[in-house]
Nanobody
Framework: QVQLVESGGGLVQTGGSLRLSCAAS????????MGWYCQAPGKQRELVAA???????NYADSVKGRFTISSDNAKSTVYLQMNSLKPEDTAVYYC??????????????WGQGTQVTVSS
């Protein structure tokens, strides 16, 4: 089994910054990709940013130029640096990991979510 533990959410003013962290632990053969999704009240969960094990990144258009995703493969950890935050970034942010087990099966895992609130 795999666990994802997130940290770094909180309350910040418009224009401020936050850094989210997500550490994966458990039975991990290899990590294919990790990413962050957000879900605002009444809306569907959507991709914010993702990074593959070889460093290829993908961002939602709404965060390009403001958010940066990075990873530390040795620590099985992914980070999301969020700058120039806007009230519309307010949401619960979920870490996601696509992980391959020793039988070469891939499974997706989710963290418990961390609240990010941006005040105007």
């Amino acid at each position: 089994q795999v666990q994802l533990v997130e940290s770094g959410g909180g309350l910040v003013q418009t224009g401020g910054s936050l850094r989210l962290s997500c550490a994966a632990s458990g039975t991990i053969f290899s990590i294919i990709a990790m990413g962050w999704y957000c879900q605002a009240p009444g809306k569907q969960r959507e991709l914010v940013a993702a990074i593959t094990s070889n460093g290829i990144t993908n961002y939602a258009d709404s965060v390009k130029g403001r958010f940066t995703i990075s990873s530390d493969n040795a620590k099985s950890t992914v980070y999301l640096q969020m700058n120039s935050l806007k009230p519309e970034d307010t949401a619960v942010y979920y870490c996601n990991a696509l992980i391959r087990d020793r039988n070469y099966r891939s499974n997706a895992y989710w963290g418990q979510g961390t609240q990010v609130t941006v005040s105007s």
